[in-house]
């Protein structure tokens, strides 16, 4: 079964403070994995993109890696900011042929605290 | 640009009315699609449009219809609300089926 899993579920950190986020697959045939940032009250927006044959991808503070053999990939903040308080959501692209997809994990909840 | 827009921002219904979601976008972007989002269960696809002309189901889209009349437009209709149907709607647009997901900011909707 194609499933998008996230962890932590939540998790609270000090400002300033690096922390990484998780996302496990099983989605097959593979296209590509999608992190997203979604403030409270508002619509995801992409971070980054990830495809087959990337390793690691920087978006300022966020770095994204992807590890296609296990099918893992993580989401590293860095040096926390209090506007990094959001739901963090790994989604994958199912590609086979005509069936196209999006399989959207659950989230992590992130709060930055002073 | 306006990017992806949705009408309205809050709404409360009673068992039974029905009630039209807006949602327009200026991308001129093929892919349209609504979800629902609710706690603990993340975002779950409704209907979704591949071109003016052209809809399909997605995952949970009992009790909603859809139409694509136009490439810009893509309302979301509640036909008999539930309060099963209390939940944030989002709609999304992207150039392809899988491409990044532009999405408006979201209807708040209360079924009482």
């Known amino acids: 079964k194609n499933q998008v899993e996230q962890s932590p579920q939540s998790l609270i950190i000090l400002e300033g403070k690096n922390c990484t986020l998780q996302?496990?697959?099983?989605?097959?045939?593979?296209?590509?994995l999608r992190w997203y940032k979604q403030d409270t009250g508002r619509g995801p927006v992409s971070l980054t993109i990830?495809?087959?044959s990337e390793n690691t991808k920087s978006n300022g503070r966020y770095t994204a890696t992807l590890d296609a053999d296990t099918k893992q990939s993580s989401l590293h903040i860095t040096a926390s900011q209090l506007s990094d308080s959001a739901s963090y959501i790994c989604?994958?692209?199912?590609?086979?042929?005509?069936?196209?997809?999006?399989?959207w994990g659950l989230g992590t909840s992130l709060a930055v605290n002073p | 640009n306006a990017g992806v827009t949705q009408t309205p921002k809050f709404q409360v219904l009673k068992t039974g009315q029905s009630m039209t979601l807006q949602c327009a976008q200026d991308?001129?972007?093929?892919?349209m699609s609504w979800y629902r989002q609710d706690p603990g269960m993340g975002l779950r696809l409704i209907h979704y449009?591949?071109?003016?002309?052209?809809?399909d189901q997605g995952e949970v889209p009992n009790g909603y219809n859809v139409s694509r009349s136009t490439t810009e437009d893509f309302p979301l209709r509640l036909l008999l609300a539930a309060p099963s149907q209390t939940s944030v709607y989002f709609c999304?647009?992207?150039?392809?089926?899988?491409?990044?997901?532009?999405f408006g900011p979201g209807t708040r909707l209360t079924v009482t």
């Open positions: 999304a647009s992207s150039y392809d089926v899988g491409g990044e997901q532009y």
């Open positions: 991308m001129n972007h093929e892919y």
């Open positions: 449009s591949v071109g003016a002309g052209i809809t």
């Open positions: 996302c496990n697959y099983t989605v097959s045939p593979f296209s590509n």
């Open positions: 990830m495809t087959f």
């Open positions: 989604v994958v692209r199912f590609n086979a042929g005509n069936n196209r997809k999006l399989i």
